[in-house]
């Protein structure tokens, strides 16, 4: 641990799904929640890790306030600036795993900064062994379905938590070339928020994938939204297993990898003003999708330090307001990307982003 000031304000993406709901229940059994794919998860090959276990947190229920308020007390300790809550509005008020974060609110604790991120995609199978097998469809109704998405969340903007820049209120959105008119979309959420007394919004587009090897989505800024976030894997990560090597080597073959260095894409990030560096300390999705899942190997929280400051570098001659870097994420533990202690490296993921946030330069 150090006193030294940060470098960048972390925002860490916070996924709700680690209590019981009754669509779980019915999808894929009672007392369903992402612990359940955690602990059942194997070694598919010699030098696999698997499973990970959570340490100083234990497999907490996000039901208890207790959790979420020793959650933000260690992201706090370790420089963490907000949690980005994913929101889930499907259209026509559907919403899922909600609850959480409506607690949050309500209480008005715990004192940790938040924002939203709206993870805007329909829910299928895929990641549970039933890839044809649509769950929750997310639509996009229109105008009106927009003012009742925004009215739904606008005590949130309204919290003296909420994280804001330039006193606009933060918020994501993970898919924006899934939106059927972002323009349309940017602008009447910035007509609504200003009619609602707000400054307006910080509008925030992901637009590479999760390991910032291509762009689905390359017209934020042109569309309005304030930054566009590009993804970095973990530095020096050595490569990819089973079905997911096969999609890898297909889409280099379509010529969709723009960044071909492992410094490129943070030379990208630091000459375009409104792009943003996200960081993850690593990645396995075998625990939810077994032989289909995704593995980056080679991973140590070392590596993600460096990563870490790689990243914070690029934001160094930008306002301070401005200096975000988003981590993905505090708790996907199905994924293999987490901040919070394991049994394997204890604390090491979170001393890592603080050591990475303090020093600056690659």
């Given at each position: 641990?150090?006193?030294?000031?940060?470098?960048?304000?972390?925002?860490?993406?916070?996924?709700?799904?680690?209590?019981?709901?009754?669509?779980?229940?019915?999808?894929?059994?009672?007392?369903?929640?992402?612990?359940t794919?955690?602990?059942?998860?194997?070694?598919?090959?010699?030098?696999?890790?698997?499973?990970?276990?959570?340490?100083?947190?234990?497999?907490?229920?996000?039901?208890?306030?207790?959790?979420?308020?020793?959650?933000?007390?260690?992201?706090?300790?370790?420089?963490?600036?907000a949690?980005?809550?994913?929101?889930y509005?499907?259209?026509?008020?559907?919403?899922?795993?909600?609850?959480?974060?409506?607690?949050?609110?309500?209480?008005?604790?715990?004192?940790?900064?938040?924002?939203?991120?709206?993870?805007?995609?329909?829910?299928?199978?895929?990641?549970?062994?039933?890839?044809?097998?649509?769950?929750?469809?997310q639509?996009?109704?229109?105008?009106?379905?927009?003012?009742?998405?925004?009215?739904?969340?606008?005590?949130?903007?309204r919290?003296?938590?909420?994280?804001?820049?330039?006193?606009?209120p933060?918020?994501?959105?993970?898919?924006?070339?899934?939106?059927p008119?972002?323009?349309?979309?940017?602008?009447?959420?910035?007509?609504?928020?200003?009619?609602?007394?707000?400054?307006?919004?910080?509008?925030?587009?992901?637009?590479?994938?999760?390991?910032?090897?291509?762009?689905?989505?390359?017209?934020?800024?042109?569309?309005?939204?304030?930054?566009?976030?590009?993804?970095?894997?973990?530095?020096?990560?050595?490569?990819?297993?089973?079905?997911?090597?096969?999609?890898?080597?297909?889409?280099?073959?379509?010529?969709?990898?723009?960044?071909?260095?492992?410094?490129?894409?943070?030379?990208?990030?630091?000459?375009?003003?409104?792009?943003?560096p996200?960081?993850?300390?690593?990645?396995?999705?075998?625990?939810?999708?077994?032989?289909?899942?995704?593995?980056?190997?080679?991973?140590?929280?070392?590596?993600?330090?460096?990563?870490?400051?790689?990243?914070?570098?690029?934001?160094?001659?930008?306002?301070?307001?401005?200096?975000?870097?988003?981590?993905?994420?505090?708790?996907?533990?199905?994924?293999?990307?987490?901040?919070?202690?394991?049994?394997?490296?204890?604390?090491?993921?979170?001393?890592?982003?603080?050591?990475?946030?303090t020093?600056?330069?690659?």
């Amino acid at each position: 641990m150090t006193d030294d000031p940060l470098a960048a304000r972390a925002i860490a993406f916070y996924l709700p799904q680690y209590h019981p709901i009754p669509e779980n229940d019915e999808w894929w059994g009672p007392g369903f929640t992402e612990w359940t794919n955690v602990t059942r998860a194997k070694r598919l090959f010699p030098s696999h890790k698997q499973p990970h276990l959570p340490a100083d947190l234990g497999f907490y229920d996000l039901r208890l306030p207790e959790a979420r308020e020793a959650q933000a007390a260690l992201a706090a300790e370790y420089g963490i600036a907000a949690f980005c809550y994913w929101h889930y509005w499907f259209g026509a008020g559907s919403q899922i795993l909600e609850r959480p974060f409506a607690e949050v609110l309500a209480s008005g604790s715990p004192s940790l900064p938040f924002c939203l991120g709206w993870a805007n995609e329909s829910w299928s199978g895929v990641w549970h062994g039933a890839p044809g097998r649509i769950l929750r469809e997310q639509t996009y109704l229109g105008a009106e379905d927009d003012q009742r998405h925004f009215d739904a969340i606008l005590p949130a903007f309204r919290d003296e938590r909420y994280f804001r820049v330039n006193d606009k209120p933060v918020f994501y959105v993970y898919r924006p070339h899934l939106l059927p008119d972002a323009p349309a979309f940017v602008e009447r959420w910035q007509v609504m928020a200003r009619a609602a007394g707000l400054e307006g919004l910080y509008l925030v587009a992901e637009v590479t994938d999760s390991f910032g090897r291509w762009m689905p989505y390359t017209s934020a800024i042109e569309d309005g939204f304030d930054a566009g976030v590009h993804m970095r894997h973990p530095a020096d990560v050595h490569g990819v297993r089973g079905f997911s090597m096969r999609v890898m080597r297909k889409l280099r073959q379509l010529e969709v990898y723009p960044y071909s260095t492992r410094d490129e894409l943070w030379d990208q990030v630091r000459a375009h003003p409104q792009w943003q560096p996200a960081v993850l300390p690593n990645w396995d999705s075998t625990p939810r999708s077994h032989r289909r899942g995704f593995v980056l190997t080679g991973a140590t929280p070392e590596r993600f330090a460096t990563n870490v400051a790689a990243a914070v570098e690029t934001l160094q001659d930008r306002p301070e307001q401005e200096r975000l870097l988003w981590v993905k994420s505090w708790n996907e533990w199905a994924e293999g990307n987490y901040l919070e202690p394991d049994q394997e490296y204890g604390r090491q993921w979170l001393e890592a982003l603080r050591e990475g946030l303090t020093r600056r330069g690659r």
